[in-house]
Protein backbone atom coordinates (compact mmCIF):
# COMPACT_ATOMS: atom_id res chain seq x y z
CA UNK A 1 0.00 0.00 0.00
CA UNK A 2 1.26 3.48 -0.41
CA UNK A 3 2.27 5.95 2.57
CA UNK A 4 -1.12 7.38 1.63
CA UNK A 5 -2.73 4.18 3.78
CA UNK A 6 -0.68 5.19 6.87
CA UNK A 7 -2.75 7.95 7.27
CA UNK A 8 -5.78 8.64 9.33
CA UNK A 9 -8.08 9.17 6.96
CA UNK A 10 -12.44 9.85 6.53
CA UNK A 11 -13.43 8.55 2.76
CA UNK A 12 -17.04 9.28 1.88
CA UNK A 13 -19.12 7.07 -0.23
CA UNK A 14 -22.40 9.91 -0.55
CA UNK A 15 -24.61 8.87 -3.64
CA UNK A 16 -28.22 8.14 -4.47
CA UNK A 17 -29.80 5.45 -2.82
CA UNK A 18 -29.30 1.75 -4.05
CA UNK A 19 -26.10 3.08 -5.33
CA UNK A 20 -24.07 0.46 -3.63
CA UNK A 21 -22.81 2.80 -1.48
CA UNK A 22 -23.17 -0.20 1.63
CA UNK A 23 -21.55 -3.25 -0.13
CA UNK A 24 -18.24 -0.71 -2.00
CA UNK A 25 -17.73 0.28 1.61
CA UNK A 26 -17.32 -3.11 3.39
CA UNK A 27 -15.11 -3.89 1.13
CA UNK A 28 -13.19 -0.82 0.89
CA UNK A 29 -12.93 -0.96 4.58
CA UNK A 30 -11.67 -4.21 4.85
CA UNK A 31 -8.57 -3.19 2.63
CA UNK A 32 -7.86 -0.16 4.44
CA UNK A 33 -7.97 -1.29 7.69
CA UNK A 34 -10.90 1.43 8.45
CA UNK A 35 -14.43 1.25 10.36
CA UNK A 36 -17.61 1.78 8.29
CA UNK A 37 -19.62 4.11 9.41
CA UNK A 38 -23.87 4.06 8.10
CA UNK A 39 -26.02 6.42 8.46
CA UNK A 40 -29.02 3.96 7.37
CA UNK A 41 -27.58 1.56 9.97
CA UNK A 42 -27.29 4.38 12.75
CA UNK A 43 -30.96 5.61 11.74
CA UNK A 44 -32.54 1.69 11.79
CA UNK A 45 -30.24 0.95 15.37
CA UNK A 46 -30.34 4.31 16.66
CA UNK A 47 -33.62 5.76 15.97
CA UNK A 48 -35.76 3.24 14.50
CA UNK A 49 -36.82 1.80 10.71
CA UNK A 50 -38.75 5.18 8.65
CA UNK A 51 -42.46 5.27 8.70
CA UNK A 52 -44.27 3.61 5.95
CA UNK A 53 -45.52 5.76 2.92
CA UNK A 54 -43.69 8.76 4.60
CA UNK A 55 -42.96 10.66 1.48
CA UNK A 56 -46.99 11.01 0.43
CA UNK A 57 -47.84 13.54 2.73
CA UNK A 58 -46.06 16.75 3.77
CA UNK A 59 -46.19 15.69 7.54
CA UNK A 60 -44.69 12.62 6.80
CA UNK A 61 -42.07 14.15 4.99
CA UNK A 62 -41.19 16.44 7.41
CA UNK A 63 -40.74 13.61 10.09
CA UNK A 64 -38.66 12.02 7.96
CA UNK A 65 -37.06 14.38 7.49
CA UNK A 66 -36.51 14.90 11.16
CA UNK A 67 -35.74 11.69 11.85
CA UNK A 68 -32.43 11.88 8.97
CA UNK A 69 -31.51 14.96 10.45
CA UNK A 70 -31.32 13.22 14.08
CA UNK A 71 -29.18 10.36 12.00
CA UNK A 72 -27.00 12.94 10.82
CA UNK A 73 -26.31 13.80 13.74
CA UNK A 74 -25.03 10.38 15.20
CA UNK A 75 -23.12 9.92 12.35
CA UNK A 76 -21.31 13.01 12.88
CA UNK A 77 -20.80 12.18 16.58
CA UNK A 78 -19.16 9.27 15.26
CA UNK A 79 -16.71 10.79 12.84
CA UNK A 80 -15.58 13.04 15.88
CA UNK A 81 -15.35 9.87 18.25
CA UNK A 82 -13.12 8.41 15.63
CA UNK A 83 -10.85 11.35 15.74
CA UNK A 84 -11.22 12.78 18.84
CA UNK A 85 -11.34 10.27 21.33
CA UNK A 86 -9.55 7.26 19.57
CA UNK A 87 -6.46 7.14 20.41
CA UNK A 88 -4.74 6.99 17.88
CA UNK A 89 -7.16 8.53 15.58
CA UNK A 90 -9.30 5.75 13.78
CA UNK A 91 -9.82 5.85 10.06
CA UNK A 92 -13.48 5.98 8.23
CA UNK A 93 -15.20 5.12 5.41
CA UNK A 94 -18.63 6.95 6.29
CA UNK A 95 -21.69 5.98 4.09
CA UNK A 96 -24.51 8.32 3.60
CA UNK A 97 -26.48 10.00 0.73
CA UNK A 98 -25.48 13.63 1.50
CA UNK A 99 -28.07 15.02 -0.65
CA UNK A 100 -28.76 18.17 1.01
CA UNK A 101 -25.94 20.76 1.43
CA UNK A 102 -26.27 21.26 5.31
CA UNK A 103 -25.26 17.35 5.77
CA UNK A 104 -21.89 18.41 4.05
CA UNK A 105 -21.54 21.31 6.12
CA UNK A 106 -21.94 19.95 9.40
CA UNK A 107 -19.25 17.10 8.23
CA UNK A 108 -16.93 19.94 7.33
CA UNK A 109 -17.20 21.30 10.69
CA UNK A 110 -16.60 17.95 12.27
CA UNK A 111 -13.20 17.53 10.10
CA UNK A 112 -12.28 21.48 10.10
CA UNK A 113 -10.17 20.61 13.62
CA UNK A 114 -8.24 18.08 11.90
CA UNK A 115 -6.52 19.10 8.48
CA UNK A 116 -3.81 16.59 9.07
CA UNK A 117 -6.81 13.87 8.17
CA UNK A 118 -6.69 13.22 4.72
CA UNK A 119 -10.51 13.54 3.34
CA UNK A 120 -11.67 11.97 0.29
CA UNK A 121 -15.06 11.96 -1.46
CA UNK A 122 -17.03 9.11 -3.53
CA UNK A 123 -20.38 9.75 -5.43
CA UNK A 124 -21.54 6.51 -6.37
CA UNK A 125 -24.24 6.11 -8.69
CA UNK A 126 -26.00 3.48 -10.77
CA UNK A 127 -25.20 2.85 -14.24
CA UNK A 128 -28.76 1.87 -14.46
CA UNK A 129 -31.98 3.35 -12.81
CA UNK A 130 -34.70 2.40 -14.78
CA UNK A 131 -37.95 2.14 -13.00
CA UNK A 132 -37.67 -1.84 -13.79
CA UNK A 133 -34.07 -1.87 -12.95
CA UNK A 134 -34.65 0.06 -9.16
CA UNK A 135 -37.91 -2.49 -8.64
CA UNK A 136 -35.28 -5.20 -9.65
CA UNK A 137 -33.06 -4.12 -6.96
CA UNK A 138 -35.52 -3.17 -4.15
CA UNK A 139 -36.75 -6.45 -4.20
CA UNK A 140 -33.51 -8.29 -4.14
CA UNK A 141 -32.77 -5.91 -0.99
CA UNK A 142 -35.91 -6.68 0.51
CA UNK A 143 -35.61 -10.47 0.37
CA UNK A 144 -32.09 -9.72 2.03
CA UNK A 145 -33.34 -8.12 4.94
CA UNK A 146 -31.62 -4.79 3.72
CA UNK A 147 -31.90 -1.65 6.25
CA UNK A 148 -32.04 1.37 3.90
CA UNK A 149 -33.90 3.93 3.91
CA UNK A 150 -35.52 3.72 0.34
CA UNK A 151 -37.79 0.64 0.30
CA UNK A 152 -39.94 2.04 -2.76
CA UNK A 153 -39.17 3.50 -6.81
CA UNK A 154 -41.12 6.48 -5.45
CA UNK A 155 -38.86 7.21 -2.40
CA UNK A 156 -35.76 6.43 -4.84
CA UNK A 157 -36.90 9.06 -7.39
CA UNK A 158 -37.62 11.39 -4.63
CA UNK A 159 -34.39 11.27 -3.15
CA UNK A 160 -32.43 11.44 -6.57
CA UNK A 161 -35.10 13.97 -7.50
CA UNK A 162 -33.28 16.33 -4.96
CA UNK A 163 -29.70 15.44 -4.78
CA UNK A 164 -26.71 17.78 -5.05
CA UNK A 165 -23.86 16.55 -5.88
CA UNK A 166 -20.83 16.69 -3.44
CA UNK A 167 -19.47 20.52 -3.05
CA UNK A 168 -15.57 18.74 -2.55
CA UNK A 169 -13.28 17.36 -4.85
CA UNK A 170 -14.62 13.91 -5.93
CA UNK A 171 -14.92 11.40 -7.95
CA UNK A 172 -17.93 9.46 -9.63
CA UNK A 173 -18.28 5.56 -9.89
CA UNK A 174 -20.75 4.65 -11.79
CA UNK A 175 -22.17 1.07 -10.09
CA UNK A 176 -24.68 -1.96 -10.76
CA UNK A 177 -25.45 -3.25 -12.93
CA UNK A 178 -22.67 -2.12 -15.17
CA UNK A 179 -19.82 -2.75 -12.75
CA UNK A 180 -19.30 -5.38 -9.98
CA UNK A 181 -18.84 -4.42 -6.06
CA UNK A 182 -15.48 -5.89 -6.07
CA UNK A 183 -14.88 -3.86 -9.31
CA UNK A 184 -16.33 -0.64 -7.79
CA UNK A 185 -14.27 -0.80 -4.20
CA UNK A 186 -10.66 -1.15 -6.45
CA UNK A 187 -11.59 2.02 -8.24
CA UNK A 188 -12.85 3.37 -5.04
CA UNK A 189 -9.62 2.18 -3.87
CA UNK A 190 -7.75 3.65 -6.68
CA UNK A 191 -8.86 7.38 -6.02
CA UNK A 192 -8.68 6.79 -2.30
CA UNK A 193 -4.78 5.95 -1.88
CA UNK A 194 -3.79 8.17 -5.02
CA UNK A 195 -1.42 10.93 -3.46
Known amino acids: MSRTADRTHVTVLCGWPLSGKSETAALVGRELGAHVVDVDVLAQAGIGPPEADW ?16 AYELLHQAVRVHLEVAQPKRS ?11 SWHFLKAVLAPHPEVLFKVLWLRPADDSPEAVRELLGRRAAAGYCGGCTTPAEYFDVKARFVPPPSPHRVLDTWF ?7 AQRALDYVLAP
Open 55 to 70: WTSDAGRQRNLNRMAM
Open 92 to 102: LVVVSTYSRPS
Open 178 to 184: RHTPEAC
